[in-house]
């Protein structure tokens, strides 16, 4: 993993989360960075439900835990989210 | 007035969350997963037939307020706390005590936070949120799960304090009224890791602890027969995440937050057998949310025939085992 947010990265974390979800139909870049992934204004509408299977996916690929979940909750909110926080984590063990 | 020193923060848990900020402004130095051990946050019980609850629930961690007597008992720390039948005059008491600089928390049901995204509302009783501020009609309010302080109408605060219902909040509010300077962390902490095993292995009451994870296991595969119907039971199995993971659980049913205390008791009490112990109770967390997703899975997709019913119950019978070896040999370490 890279020590920046990539491009590369974040089509990773959208195929990971359409992997996942089973999700067809929708190109990764349909989906927008920054919009959140709940609440409807983003291609990909997920729920609570959803955010755990994909909290579980982020884990297992990348091989952290994201104990808390309130920070679960905020690490998920978008793609950018997602891509800042695995960098982080990266950046930590670096 | 807003009290202008207060560091909002956020927790994993409302009311441990709301504890330790409150503790840290009056000077304590202490993190929120050593507040949850020490009090022995941890816990579990299941009710299959109680008036309060219209069908079977469980809890995974101890009652409100139980968390404050505990930390009294074991650090010294004194709490002000007071319920009201008025509204008025537990705004009022509220707005006195913002008004001399005291942030204080109060209970409240999440539904009527303006502040929660409308997805993200449920009916739930026992929110802690912390009061810190009021500026004409408005709130300035420290909620632990939001990453900035967020502002709440009056009027919104007062339908959320005197929300009726099970564990109705009753306008219950409270603040630390005396934190000593120092207290014996060894000994607050073990006595704390002893009352949380006696919890989990020696109530004697069949539904809590580990004989009520067992007994939930038994249950459970009676749910699709109490249900009214289909969506029912959906709804009742998707709890089941909402409870272990969605609202303020420490993430795992508390299994994680406890670890980390695990953790950081290890080098606090030099035990460093606590540290393998936390990495265990991790793995046993990660369990716990595999078990969570599962039912919300089943749920969501009302895919509920009797067989993922035994498949929950054989989980949680897993579940219980596991558990119940490790606060046998926790239990012993400590003692």
């Keep these: ?94 | 007035m807003i009290i202008e020193n207060y560091q909002h923060k956020m927790a994993a848990h409302c009311e441990s969350g709301s504890i330790t900020s409150l503790l840290n402004h009056a000077g304590m130095k202490i993190t929120e997963p050593m507040i949850f051990g020490i009090s022995s946050g941890i816990f579990f019980g299941y009710f299959h037939k109680m008036k309060s609850f219209a069908f079977p629930t469980f809890i995974v961690r101890n009652k409100p307020g139980q968390m404050r007597k505990n930390l009294e008992k074991r650090t010294g720390v004194k709490f002000f706390t007071k319920d009201f039948k008025n509204q008025t005059a537990g705004q009022e008491a509220l707005d006195l005590l913002i008004s001399k600089g005291i942030p204080t928390a109060t209970q409240v049901d999440m539904f009527y936070l303006d502040y929660v995204p409308s997805w993200e509302r449920v009916h739930i009783n026992v929110h802690f949120i912390v009061a810190i501020g009021k500026e004409g009609d408005v709130y300035k309010v420290s909620d632990s799960y939001f990453p900035k302080l967020v502002d709440l109408p009056v009027e919104s605060m007062n339908k959320g304090r005197f929300a009726q219902g099970s564990m109705s909040p009753k306008g219950s509010i409270f603040y630390p009224r005396y934190v000593p300077e120092t207290f014996d962390y060894d000994k607050a902490i073990r006595k704390g890791i002893k009352k949380a095993c006696f919890y989990m292995l020696s109530l004697p009451i069949p539904f809590l602890g580990i004989k009520g994870m067992k007994l939930f296991a038994k249950k459970i595969t009676e749910w699709p027969a109490i249900a009214r119907d289909t969506e029912h039971l959906s709804h009742e199995v998707m709890k089941i995440n909402i409870l272990l993971e969605d609202q303020g659980t420490g993430g795992a049913g508390f299994r994680f937050m406890y670890a980390t205390f695990l953790q950081q008791a290890s080098e606090i009490i030099n035990k460093p057998e606590l540290k393998d112990f936390a990495r265990e109770l991790m793995e046993i967390g990660d369990g716990w949310r595999e078990f969570s997703l599962f039912a919300a899975k089943i749920g969501k997709n009302r895919d509920l025939g009797p067989d993922k019913f035994k498949q929950m119950s054989d989980l949680l019978y897993q579940r219980a085992g596991l558990e119940e070896d490790f606060f046998k040999r926790l239990s012993k370490t400590i003692n």
């Design chain 1, 1 to 94: 993993m890279n020590q920046v947010v990539t491009e590369e990265l974040r089509t990773e974390i959208k195929n990971l989360i359409m992997e996942t979800l089973g999700i067809t139909g929708i190109k990764p870049e349909e989906i927008d960075d920054d919009k959140p992934l709940f609440g409807g204004e983003n291609a990909l509408t997920l729920d609570s439900v959803d955010a755990l299977e994909i909290i579980m996916a982020i884990q297992r690929k990348y091989n952290l835990r994201i104990a808390d979940q309130n920070l679960a909750r905020s690490v998920i909110r978008s793609i950018n989210s997602i891509a800042e926080f695995l960098v982080s984590e990266q950046g930590k063990h670096s």
